[in-house]
């Protein structure tokens, strides 16, 4: 990829090598750091070492009171309902609180709404399954946040409603708009920082935490799959939940998360985010995409071998499904981008497609173009659409501003759902292109490093450091550094047009590699500078320093 510009954060030597010698971390960490705007001695150290000691779900509002009338119903034998929600978040979110109840004593049971017959959110659906069951309490999780019609219907029942939520609030003027619920249980409404990047998994952990401090660590695994499939930022106390899950799913206690693993051949000790974006969360997710994911939760939380096996083949037999459904609707895309798309700065398609894949299909798309997009699953009059975009693009946003020609949206900055009525979809694609034209055109494509620095400076020592970042995803990228001036030598082509090569400055020499840069424009010989993650290649038992090349160019000089 071509780049206008590389920009780096310039920070005072000085106080860089005060954190190094503090913390007894190299330079090129030290800068990594700084430039993610962690500059603290006791913040940088709180990041690289992440502690589930200092969090204290009470400090979100609601949470108190909702523990409170959850362990009143149980002492008096109220029926107790969970509303979640059809994906990876809301159903590690189900399983979590259903479970931490069960063991409680509640007599609880859950609902996972079907993606076409129900819809997102809390539906009447949910409402008239508590009331036959006799339900007199219902928690959502994951959702709920603008349901203000089912809320009242709840209430209107007798029902009380707990809302567990992680999606933005409803706001009109600057003024909060919260549905008639029991209490709320979202941190988008607090002002405590630490916990507004919580996913809806996140939530429904503190919740379960401040039920059960000491019972509530068991779950940290689907704590870790969940945040990770929702693409919330990885930093604070989501940082904090995952680095203690990792180990959780890398070698996994729970017997549904071994058989994820061997059903997905994720057998390695040395779990990467890949493993968990490509591998083990689009099984979660396929059921409530294109089928209904009541029976996921159930697979999560048993303990019994034959069922677990059952439901792991029916989970990979979906998955399945699932990419095959969505390569069908990618050649249509493909055919369609071909006749209608003419560069407009968002990409709004739509066509008699499954809703369950738009998301993903629109995460495919904007990986490609760069740039919000919509794709709307036609049914009768209405359109059910998903829509992703990139960070210069605040979607909750957009949408407020075309609420005229919407039904319904939620969601998040980046990624969201909305419906709208058939015809006004050319009028929604002109309004959405319209709002953000000036914007996405005169956004530059920049790379961002995290360090400037020599070649000298990068050894076996920086690799083993840029592990203590992990795990990477969200808002905490693979560190990328940035060096100028260097020689390229040996220089070929190899593999499937994959550049490899050494590159030598003042005297060190590393190997590189560049996969799918064949087409860069670079000389055996000439100077250039190089974007890359250091990494240690392991070759027949002997492990050397290797750079991953993210970008080059012609030295400027």
């Known amino acids: 990829m071509q780049y206008s510009e590389w920009v780096v954060v310039k920070t005072n030597q000085e106080y860089l090598q005060y954190i190094s010698q503090s913390l007894n ?24 070492n ?20 959850i362990n009143q119903a149980i002492s008096n034998g109220v029926k107790i309902l969970i509303n979640g929600d059809y994906d990876a978040d809301g159903l590690t979110s189900t399983a979590i609180l259903y479970d931490t109840l069960h063991k409680m004593g509640a007599q609880v049971f859950y609902h996972i709404p079907h993606r076409i017959h129900h819809g997102y959110g809390l539906s009447t659906a949910s409402i008239e399954k508590a009331r036959k069951m006799g339900a007199k309490l219902i928690i959502t999780v994951d959702c709920g946040i603008k349901d203000f019609d089912t809320i009242q219907y709840a209430k209107k029942e007798g029902i009380d409603v ?26 988008k409404i607090d002002e405590n920082l630490s916990y507004q990047c919580l996913a809806g998994v996140g939530v429904a952990f503190m919740l379960a935490m401040a039920l059960n401090r000491d019972n509530a660590m068991e779950y940290l695994d689907l704590v870790t799959l969940g945040t990770y499939a929702d693409m919330v930022p990885l930093n604070t106390t989501n940082r904090a939940l995952i680095k203690h899950g990792w180990g959780l799913i890398e070698t996994p206690v729970r017997p549904s998360i071994k058989r994820l693993k061997d059903i997905t051949g994720v057998n390695s000790n040395s779990l990467k985010g890949f493993h968990l974006s490509f591998y083990l969360i689009p099984r979660i997710n396929a059921p409530g995409r ?12 048993s303990e019994q071998s034959d069922e ?3 439901l792991g083949q029916w989970l990979n037999q979906i998955n399945s499904l699932r990419q095959k459904t969505e390569e069908k609707i990618m050649q249509e895309v493909e055919e369609k981008l071909t006749k209608e798309f003419n560069d407009e700065p968002v990409i709004v398609l739509w066509g008699d497609w499954h809703p369950g894949v738009a998301g993903t299909v629109a995460s495919k798309l904007l990986e490609r173009f760069n740039r919000p997009v919509f794709i709307f699953s036609v049914q009768n009059e209405k359109a059910k659409g998903s829509a992703r975009s990139p960070a210069n693009v605040n979607l909750q946003e957009l949408l407020i501003n075309s609420k005229d020609l919407l039904v319904r949206f939620g969601g998040h900055k980046q ?20 709002i953000i034209r000036d914007q996405v055109l005169d956004d530059k494509n920049i790379l961002c490093l995290d360090a400037a620095v020599s070649l000298s400076e990068i050894n076996q020592k920086v690799t083993e450091e840029i592990k203590l970042l992990e795990p990477f995803g969200e808002g905490n990228r693979e560190p990328v550094f940035g060096a100028k001036d260097l020689t390229v030598v040996n220089l070929r082509k190899v593999g499937n047009n994959h550049l490899k090569m050494f590159l030598r400055q003042n005297g060190s020499t590393v190997s590189s590699i560049g996969f799918d840069m064949g087409e860069e424009n670079v000389l055996e010989g000439c100077l250039v500078d190089a974007a890359f993650t250091p990494t240690m290649n392991e070759w027949e038992g002997m492990k050397t320093l290797q750079l991953h090349l993210k970008a080059l160019r012609r030295s400027q000089g």
Request: glycine fraction near 4%; include cysteine.
């Open 415 to 434: 990624a969201a759902g909305m419906t709208l009525l058939k015809e006004n979809l050319t009028k929604f694609k002109e309004k959405v292109c319209s």
């Open 308 to 310: 677990i096996e059952k």
């Open 290 to 301: 294109i089928d209904h994911a009541q029976d996921v939760v159930k697979f999560l939380i």
């Open 162 to 187: 707990i809302i567990t939520d992680h999606h933005e609030p409803l706001r009109v003027n600057g003024e909060l708009i919260l549905p008639d619920a029991l209490f709320i249980v979202n941190p």
């Open 50 to 69: 992440p502690s589930i000691d200092r969090i204290d779900p009470f400090e979100i509002s609601g949470i108190y009171d909702a523990v409170k009338i």
């Open 25 to 48: 971390i190299s330079l090129p960490l030290a800068q990594v750091l700084v430039s993610r705007g962690l500059k603290d001695i006791d913040e940088i150290y709180s990041f690289l």
